[in-house]
């Protein structure tokens, strides 16, 4: 079968980088695509649009007419269904005509013309896995396939053995990915399979970004080079460990530092929110965590009991402010503290972009995090607090990107992972954020500031 793109096509803008993509995925030869490697090279952009493109194509090829129940050649997912919905379905509307597709999010399908469907979701979505055993496609996309093990495919690949009138269908897979020491590095950008072809996708590459995204993008990942050359550059050469959000030696390097800065200090409480988890109140003098008033790290309580604990510390230690996670019963806490007239900054780690949360960010947390991260990898983190736990748990987060935006692995899964909650680290790290809203203490009164040089009996001009 001669496969040449729909006329639509014509129409469309595409990069120079994204055409030579389309002439690849043209080839007969061509059983699988990767376009990965840096970000903002319009990955996720180019899979939406060969999609509909496929589609088109099939559907002028075999002049199939409207049909009651449209034909399934196309599964477009990526291994968490929430991820997909949020990211790659929200490109789709962006960058396909509304005209041409209806979106039918119960039975996850896109209808394209009313005449052939693309089936849609998630690799964790046991009913949408489960269609894979009788279903019949021409092609699937998976966006963001670095999440996925390639053992997880071997169904979806079965299902590539669609035909229309006794004629097969181009079978495809077309994969986008950032820079990951994953199977796709092996199968497509060493070589390894020769019918599975890898064209990097650059920032240089495309036009459509603002003027100062590279600039923006290194003074992001100022701190971690392996990144910045995996998502400038579209290097594959990732370290282990390069995704840990703060790293053992920038730890060991705060246990060293010693500074001499404006003090500010804060009380900072992450709450229980299950039974195993810890609540966890540090007293802390800039990024440092006061030995006095001792930090309280305790089993779950009510509301009342952790304000209390809270008020008694703020009696000796003299916060400028207190700074809770508002999620569970943490609300209620500070909602105590605020009624006693004491200075409350409240964190909600859910909140997102409409909350003020910056874009790049997937939710507050997220930020939180980041910017703990760059305070160590800046050198502006002191910390001297000898507690072992701590320090492991600050370096259990590793980040990832949902489409464009940066997030912390959840609470779940490091939960899952580590084996327990990170409540020391989380509550470290509220603190340092929290830090940028407390107040500067006067410089304290020296006994030499109040006596003169006569006062003394020294005459520096006459000696």
């Known amino acids: 079968m001669k496969f040449e793109f729909a006329q639509e096509r014509e129409t469309l803008t595409f990069t120079p980088r994204q055409l030579t993509a389309l002439q690849i995925l043209n080839q007969s030869c061509v059983r699988g695509f990767l376009f990965g490697g840096a970000k903002g090279g319009g990955k996720s952009f180019l899979l939406c649009r060969y999609t509909w493109l496929y589609c088109l194509t099939v559907i002028e090829y075999f002049d199939i007419p409207v049909l009651r129940n449209p034909i399934p050649i196309f599964f477009l997912g990526r291994l968490q269904g929430v991820d997909f919905d949020d990211t790659t379905l929200e490109t789709w509307k962006e960058c396909i005509p509304e005209d041409d597709y209806i979106i039918k999010e119960k039975n996850k ?13 998630g690799l964790d979505n046991k009913k949408v896995v489960k269609k894979f055993n009788s279903a019949q496609y021409g092609a699937f996309g998976l966006d963001q396939a670095e999440e996925i093990e390639e053992d997880k495919l071997t169904e979806l690949r079965l ?119 810890e609540t966890v109140i540090y007293a802390m003098k800039n990024t440092d965590i006061a030995k006095s008033p001792m930090p309280r790290i305790y089993g779950k309580k009510d509301e009342y ?125 509220m603190g340092v954020w929290g830090l940028q809203y407390a107040e500067e203490e006067s410089p ?14 020294l005459d520096f001009m006459s000696a």
Not at 181 to 194: E, R, S
Not at 260 to 274: E, F, L, M, T
Not at 446 to 453: G, L
């Open 109 to 121: 399908e896109i209808i394209i013309k009313k005449r052939v469907k693309i089936q849609y979701g």
């Open 305 to 429: 009991y952790t304000a209390n604990e809270m008020e008694n510390m703020g009696l000796v230690f003299k916060p400028s402010l207190y700074v809770v996670d508002s999620i569970g019963i943490g609300s209620g806490v500070a909602s105590i503290l605020s009624n006693k007239g004491l200075p409350v900054l409240t964190i909600s780690s859910s909140e997102k972009q409409e909350s003020g949360v910056p874009k790049q960010f997937l939710n507050r947390r997220s930020q939180i995090w980041w910017y703990a991260g760059n305070q160590f990898g800046d050198n502006e983190i002191e910390l001297h607090h000898d507690d072992q736990e701590l320090k492991r748990q600050l370096t259990v987060p590793r980040y990832t990107y949902k489409g464009d935006k940066f997030m912390i692995r959840s609470r779940d899964e490091i939960k899952k992972s580590y084996g327990r909650s990170i409540d020391r680290a989380s509550a470290y790290v």
């Open 159 to 277: 299902t590539l053995r669609r035909s229309i009138g006794g004629v097969p269908l181009p079978f495809k897979e077309f994969y986008t990915a950032n820079p990951a020491d994953c199977w796709l590095k092996d199968q497509f950008v060493l070589g390894h399979n020769k019918r599975f072809v890898y064209l990097p996708s650059l920032p240089s590459d495309n036009p459509f970004l603002p003027p100062d995204y590279i600039t923006n993008m290194e003074y992001t990942l100022r701190n971690r080079p392996e990144l910045l050359k995996a998502y400038r550059d579209g290097s594959w050469d990732i370290l282990a460990g390069a995704d840990i959000v703060i790293q053992d030696s920038w730890i060991d390097r705060a246990n060293e530092n010693v500074f001499h800065k404006p003090i500010r200090r804060i009380i900072v409480c992450d709450p229980a929110k299950y039974g195993d988890d």
């Open 444 to 457: 304290e009164s020296k006994p030499e500031d109040f006596f003169t040089n006569e006062d003394l009996g």
